[in-house]
């Protein structure tokens, strides 16, 4: 079946450091794929999303370039800020008959420090 | 405002008693599903939902419920619940297609004790 794999953390980091959290994924087909960020007490939301091999994503700083040649979509950030401390959800989609499934990571927690 | 409601936020009870958490979604959006996240495993999908009346087991189906008799709305049901679905449930809703967005309630914290 289809699957993520995601670097499972926890990710300290101070202010203005490089992030990178790895992300691969297996999948049977041609998935879309998404980074989920999850605040404190919140829901999940979407962060950045590519839908074919080569597209990059970016959002708030945040970039992820979908790679099949190694199934992959690594999460970067150039210089983090304490405001990005949460947990990070590498995800994808494919259509599967009618379900629509979100296959997702095990999360990264990354914290960012002063 | 978009946005997936969820009710309650957090709940307590005892095993074996029926309980029911909503989910209603304002953006008219055919699909819905439940996840429940367990720390390690991520978030594994419970049930989803591709329009009203049609209703489909995700992977983790066992000890609940749905229904969908309204587009808006899918809630989830224990009908006996038990202490290992203590966790953190969330809902999810979205166009169909696997390039769209899914949007997600704030979650649900429910204990089974």
């Known amino acids: 079946g289809n699957s993520v794999t995601q670097m499972e953390g926890p990710v300290t980091l101070s202010e203005e450091a490089f992030l990178t959290i790895n992300c691969t994924y297996t999948a049977t087909g041609y998935p879309s794929l998404f980074w989920y960020v999850q605040y404190p007490g919140e829901g999940l939301q979407l962060l950045l999303k590519a839908t074919k091999a080569d597209d990059k994503g970016s959002n708030k700083g945040f970039e992820a370039t979908y790679r099949k040649e190694t199934t992959s979509f690594h999460l970067e950030k150039g210089s983090v800020q304490v405001s990005d401390s949460a947990v990070y959800f590498c995800a994808l989609r494919m259509s599967g008959g009618s379900n629509y499934k979100l296959t997702f990571g095990k999360g990264t927690l990354l914290t960012v420090n002063p | 405002e978009a946005q997936v409601t969820q009710n309650p936020r957090y709940l307590i009870t005892v095993t074996g008693k029926k309980l029911t958490v909503t989910c209603s979604q304002n953006?008219?959006?055919?699909?819905m599903s439940w996840y429940r996240q367990d720390p390690g495993l991520g978030l594994r999908q419970i049930y989803y939902s591709m329009n009203v009346e049609v209703t489909d087991k995700g992977d983790v189906p066992e000890g609940y419920k749905v229904s969908r008799k309204e587009k808006r709305n899918f809630p989830l049901i224990l009908e006996s619940p038990s202490p290992n679905q203590t966790s953190l449930y969330f809902c999810?809703?979205?166009?169909?297609?696997?390039?769209?967005?899914?949007?997600f309630g704030q979650g649900t914290r429910l204990t089974v004790v």
């Open positions: 999810a809703s979205s166009l169909g297609g696997r390039s769209t967005e899914a949007f």
């Open positions: 953006m008219n959006h055919e699909y």
